[in-house]
């Protein structure tokens, strides 16, 4: 007699099972949410808004701070933060493909955030792959939560290298008057 196996749940579930350990792990914790580089949304337990919005900048942000991190010559980009007069949100590399974002109020201990989240955040990159085909193969209820009106480009493919910055020009100051006399 074979032995069945227990199918695995889909992506957006298992997903969003990660996302709710990190909110009953953390105090301060309000939401948080997984979006592919490109900015399309993946899963997301943020309760009261709105998440496509928010997976679309939290896209941007990766790109803006991975282009930062590599003009300072600090490497490989792995977690931004910024913290509003409500709160924080903080930006986590998953793999190559996505990136996590956690909403927390302003009682949010962010030390204990990079702690408690450093494994769920592993765990969620491992699916990191699976990203790469969600504009095409994502769920229905992924439909059109593209920032773009739900037009996903052709191929999901990681950006190339950035050339470097180009270097500050010197102050050009105009050239002193002579003293009125």
Request: glycine share 8%; proline share 10%.
């Amino acid at each position: 007699m074979p032995t069945s196996r227990a199918a695995t749940p889909p992506l957006e579930e298992r997903v969003r099972a990660e996302l709710k350990l990190i909110r009953s792990n953390v105090v301060g914790v309000h939401g948080s949410l997984v979006a592919t580089s490109d900015g399309f949304l993946v899963a997301h337990d943020v309760p009261d808004l709105e998440p496509t919005e928010i997976a679309a900048l939290v896209a941007t942000t990766r790109a803006l701070a991975t282009r930062t991190t590599s003009a300072a010559g600090r490497g490989e980009f792995r977690e931004a933060l910024a913290r509003g007069s409500q709160g924080y949100l903080a930006a986590y590399a998953a793999g190559t493909n996505a990136i996590v974002a956690v909403i927390g109020t302003n009682e949010l201990n962010v030390g204990m955030l990079h702690f408690q989240t450093r494994e769920i955040i592993e765990r969620i990159a491992a699916n990191s792959p699976e990203f790469r085909k969600w504009p095409s193969g994502g769920s229905a209820s992924q439909a059109g939560s593209h920032p773009a009106g739900g037009r996903a480009p052709s191929a999901v493919t990681k950006a190339p290298s950035a050339p470097p910055l180009p270097r500050r020009r010197p102050l050009r100051r105009p050239p002193a008057e002579p003293p009125a006399g």
